[in-house]
């Protein structure tokens, strides 16, 4: 569903890409894991098509990065992009407006579950509740792939395993969900491929239970002995 051919990516004098190589099939729940300034955010930048200056290839569905590509993709940023003045329906209103594949009846069911009141306005809404609700948005989606980034980063422990269950829950199991994070030891169970970047290259790209097997160890202690100071 998603191939990257040598693709590279500088700032200035930094390389945020090395040559990366990748293919990722539907099906799959798949971390993209790595320390700060590993290049994970400039690859979901990539693969959603903020990021147009880089060389090598990226295709989706055998086709360049486009209106193609973005109309398969459901993305959550790591940080909130709906503006304060919006109530939660507004951002539905206009999630309706701009997405064909939007459920509204799988949003208001993950409103209900997620603890939130729509007609609440963002500005007002916490940093763990807006989190909440624009990962609501992007599931209800009926995407092929989900390009998740930090998704429980802002959210408190308690409600970690909920948000987990909601990503679990509300893709199709023909898709593709892609999840860049730093909360290994929390999230890694839903992980059935891994990619460790590291200084902008890839170093590790498997199935979880094999590396499980080869290294006899979990994912965030492999993580850890990659990648310690």
Same mark, same amino acid.
């Given at each position: 569903m998603i191939e990257l051919k040598n693709v590279s990516k500088h700032y200035k004098q930094t390389e945020a890409l090395k040559n990366v190589s990748?293919?990722?099939k539907p099906g799959q729940i798949v971390g993209i894991l790595g320390p700060?300034? !590993?290049?994970? =955010?400039?690859? *979901?930048k990539i693969l959603n098509g903020l990021l147009r200056d880089y060389s090598g290839?990226?295709?989706?569905?055998?086709?360049?990065?486009?209106?193609? &590509?973005?109309?398969?993709i459901s993305y959550l940023p790591d940080q909130t992009y709906l503006a304060n003045w919006m109530t939660g329906e507004k951002a539905i209103d206009l999630f309706k407006d701009m997405y064909s594949d939007f459920d509204e009846?799988?949003?208001?069911?993950?409103?209900?579950?997620l603890k939130?009141? !729509?007609?609440? &306005? *963002?500005?007002?809404?916490s940093k763990g509740m807006k989190e909440r609700f624009q990962l609501a948005l992007v599931m209800s989606r009926k995407a092929k792939i989900?390009?998740?980034?930090?998704? *429980?980063?802002?959210?408190d422990p308690a409600a970690r395993e909920l948000i987990l269950n909601t990503i679990l829950d509300n893709y199709a199991t023909d898709s593709l969900v892609i999840i &860049? =994070?730093?909360?290994? !030891?929390?999230?890694?169970?839903?992980?059935d491929t891994v990619v460790f970047l590291k200084e902008g290259e890839v170093v590790l790209c498997d199935d979880v239970?094999?590396?499980?097997? =080869?290294?006899?160890?979990?994912i965030d202690e492999l993580f850890k002995e990659i990648f310690k100071c």
């Open positions: 990748l293919s990722l700060n300034g !590993s290049g994970k =955010t400039t690859l *979901i290839e990226v295709l989706i569905e055998n086709q360049g990065i486009g209106v193609h &590509s973005k109309s398969l009846s799988r949003m208001r069911d993950l409103l209900s579950k939130l009141d !729509s007609k609440q &306005s *963002i500005k007002t809404m989900y390009i998740l980034d930090e998704p *429980i980063g802002g959210v &860049s =994070t730093h909360i290994i !030891s929390e999230i890694e169970q839903i992980f239970d094999q590396i499980r097997s =080869t290294h006899n160890k979990s």
